[in-house]
């Protein structure tokens, strides 16, 4: 299993990045897979995850934490076994290192996916996000 993540940049205040995350090693679309965020001084967390309706296809099978819902929006290219992220209106909070992950076994929790780094298994190396005020 094998996850890259890129398309980090230096951005402004209310600017857009699209974050790819390549995969390989694992069929991505009966996976469960997650993009991540860690700022300095903070822990891990959830940003957004996609679960697999396959497994759960009467639960919620998609995540967004509650600070970045309407501005960023989670996709996945099953032919091109990526992972995408794009983020409108970025704000300074949402500097970061964004890292993408992935589960065999997507987990929920009364019916709503996980989107807990505790159940993620592999993960990439990061890519650097950072927004100017």
């Known amino acids: 299993v094998q996850l890259q993540a890129s398309g980090g940049g230096l951005v402004q205040t209310g600017g857009s990045l699209r974050l790819s995350c390549a995969t390989s090693?694992?069929?991505?679309?009966?996976?469960?897979i997650g993009w991540f965020r860690q700022a300095p001084g903070k822990k891990r967390e959830g940003v957004s995850c996609?679960?697999?309706?396959?497994?759960?296809?009467?639960?919620?099978?998609?995540y967004y934490a509650d600070s970045v819902k309407g501005r960023f929006t989670i996709s996945r290219d099953n032919a091109k076994n990526t992972v995408y992220l794009q983020m409108n209106d970025l704000k300074p909070e949402d500097t970061a290192v964004y890292y993408c992950?992935?589960?065999?076994?997507?987990?929920?929790?009364?019916?709503?996916?996980?989107?807990?780094?505790?159940?993620?298994?592999?993960w990439g190396r990061g890519t650097q996000v950072t927004v100017s005020s």
């Open positions: 996609l679960g697999n309706k396959d497994v759960a296809p009467y639960y919620a099978d998609t």
């Open positions: 090693g694992f069929p991505l679309d009966a996976y469960g």
């Open positions: 992950a992935t589960a065999p076994f997507p987990s929920y929790y009364s019916g709503v996916l996980s989107c807990l780094e505790t159940d993620f298994d592999s």
